[in-house]
């Protein structure tokens, strides 16, 4: 049983120019190398994100949803990734706005379902044993190129890749010690 709730509903989102705002991150920590493990300090540290289940079909996701009046972007961020994902750590830098078509989110506010999602980077430091999404979602950890192979939407890919990863390249290296 888990004592945090999921928010649910679309009376508090935030909208701007037609688009849904939504706020969403790649959570990521750092797995030691196999060939580090025997002795080779060449390989140094692997890093993996942390993808979900989707409620709506197959494929892999980040967390992400609705950001709401409420709260800030980035605090929006960190609250899907409890929800969704079952986890909680260190809110970075953002990786990259990004825009897109939902096909199961369109409403009054915004009848051709069109998103605009800014992203952060999370570095994890906590797994919840339970979260409020548990029942519908599953998590796993994934090497990069895993992630790219079953990322579900295209978006996200390029969050990976064109964000996350340039991301880690420029600053998030600085995080292994």
Not at 63 to 68: A, L, Q, R
Not at 103 to 111: A, I, L, N, R, S
Not at 135 to 154: G, K
Request: net charge negative; proline share 3%; charged share 30%.
């Amino acid at each position: 049983m888990c004592d945090l709730i999921a928010r649910t509903g679309r009376l508090q989102q935030r909208y701007e120019n037609g688009c849904r705002l939504v706020a969403g991150c790649i959570p990521f920590r750092y797995r030691i190398s196999e060939s580090e493990e025997v002795g080779d300090s060449d390989c140094g540290k692997v890093v993996e994100v942390l993808m979900i289940t989707s409620s709506s079909g197959p494929g892999l996701l980040f967390p992400k949803g609705g950001w709401e009046n409420d709260e800030t972007v980035r605090e929006a961020a960190a609250r899907e990734a409890v929800e969704e994902a079952g986890v909680r750590g260190i809110l970075l830098d953002l990786v990259g706005e990004y825009e897109f078509k939902s096909k199961t989110h369109q409403d009054e506010f915004c009848p051709e379902g069109l998103c605009k999602a800014a992203m952060y980077a999370l570095y994890v430091k906590e797994e919840l044993d339970s979260w409020p999404e548990q029942e519908t979602r599953s998590r796993t950890w994934l090497t990069i190129p895993e992630a790219v192979e079953n990322c579900r939407h295209a978006w996200m890919k390029c969050a990976l890749e064109e964000g996350f990863c340039k991301w880690h390249q420029d600053k998030g290296h600085q995080l292994i010690q």
